[in-house]
T-cell receptor, first 117, second 112 residues
Framework: GAGVSQSPSNKVTEKGKDVELRCDPISGHTALYWYRQSLGQGLEFLIYFQGNSAPDKSGLPSDRFSAERTGGSVSTLTIQRTQQEDSAVYLC???????????????FGQGTRLTVV | LAKTTQPISMDSYEGQEVNITCSHNNIATNDYITWYQQFPSQGPRFIIQGYKTKVTNEVASLFIPADRKSSTLSLPRVSLSDTAVYYCLGENYGGSQGNLIFGKGTKLSVKP
C-alpha cells in the first residue's frame, strides 16, 4: 500500500502569493497532522485532524495559515500572502487511532519544500 | 501532553552502543513513550514504542523505569547510517489521541 503522499515536493513562490500544499494520507487513517520544519530545526506542530472532531488549530502561526480535510481523507494546507519566513519544509503525517490500533505510529510523507522569494 | 527533554547532540563511533535518554516528568498514565528517527531531507519514521520495562525490536531497545519519568533508547553497534535526529514523545494510546508534539530531538553523529 502507498504511504503518505505530499505534493508538490518543491514549491517556489513569490512573496505575497498564496500557496496550497496537498497531503494524501494512508487510506483508513483517521488522524492527520501538519508540521513545519525550518532548516536545522525541530518539527513545529501546525494543525491536527481526528475523524469528525473539530481540528486542533493551536499551532497555526497566523491567520494566513489554514487547512482543510475533505471527506476525512485528503488535506490541503493553504498559506495566504506568503512571507519569506514561511520558507520551510511542510510535513504531513497520518495515523490510525482508536479501535484496532496496536500502537499510535504516525507515518510521515516526504514533505513539501516551500521557498518564498 | 508530556513535555520531553533530550540532549541536543551526541557523538559516537561505528560499532559502539549508543544510549539516548529522554526525560518526561509529567507523562500521563495513558501515554506511551515513542521514539522517531529523522534522516536529512526525510520525514520522521517510527522506531519503537513502549509503556513500561523493556521493549526490543530489530532496530533498537527501549528501557523505561518503573516511575516512567524517563526512557532510554539504545542503539546497538551503530553504523554511519544511524546518523540522524532522534525524537522522543509521549503518545496517547488508542482512544482520543491528541496532537503529537515533537521536541528538538537529539542529533546523533556517528563517525568512522
Amino acid at each position: 500500500g502507498a504511504g503518505v503522499s505530499q505534493s508538490p515536493s518543491n514549491k517556489v513562490t513569490e512573496k505575497g502569493k498564496d500557496v496550497e500544499l496537498r497531503c494524501d494520507p494512508i487510506s483508513g487513517h483517521t488522524a492527520l497532522y501538519w508540521y513545519r520544519q525550518s532548516l536545522g530545526q525541530g518539527l513545529e506542530f501546525l494543525i491536527y485532524f481526528q475523524g469528525n472532531s473539530a481540528p486542533d488549530k493551536s499551532g497555526l502561526p497566523s491567520d494566513r495559515f489554514s487547512a482543510e480535510r475533505t471527506g476525512g481523507s485528503v488535506s490541503t494546507l493553504t498559506i495566504q500572502r506568503t512571507q519569506q519566513e514561511d520558507s520551510a519544509v511542510y510535513l504531513c503525517a497520518s495515523s490510525l487511532v482508536g479501535q484496532g490500533a496496536s500502537k499510535t505510529e504516525a507515518f510521515f510523507g516526504q514533505g513539501t519544500r516551500l521557498t518564498v522569494v | 501532553l508530556a513535555k520531553t527533554t533530550q540532549p541536543i547532540s551526541m557523538d559516537s563511533y561505528e560499532g559502539q552502543e549508543v544510549n539516548i535518554t529522554c526525560s518526561h516528568n509529567n507523562i500521563a498514565t495513558n501515554d506511551y513513550i515513542t521514539w522517531y528517527q529523522q534522516f536529512p531531507s526525510q520525514g520522521p519514521r517510527f522506531i519503537i514504542q513502549g509503556y513500561k520495562t523493556k521493549v526490543t525490536n530489530e532496530v533498537a531497545s527501549l528501557f523505561i523505569p518503573a516511575d516512567r519519568k524517563s526512557s532510554t533508547l539504545s542503539l546497538p553497534r551503530v553504523s554511519l547510517s544511524d546518523t540522524a535526529v532522534y525524537y522522543c514523545l509521549g503518545e496517547n494510546y488508542g482512544g482520543s489521541q491528541g496532537n503529537l508534539i515533537f521536541g528538538k530531538g537529539t542529533k546523533l553523529s556517528v563517525k568512522p
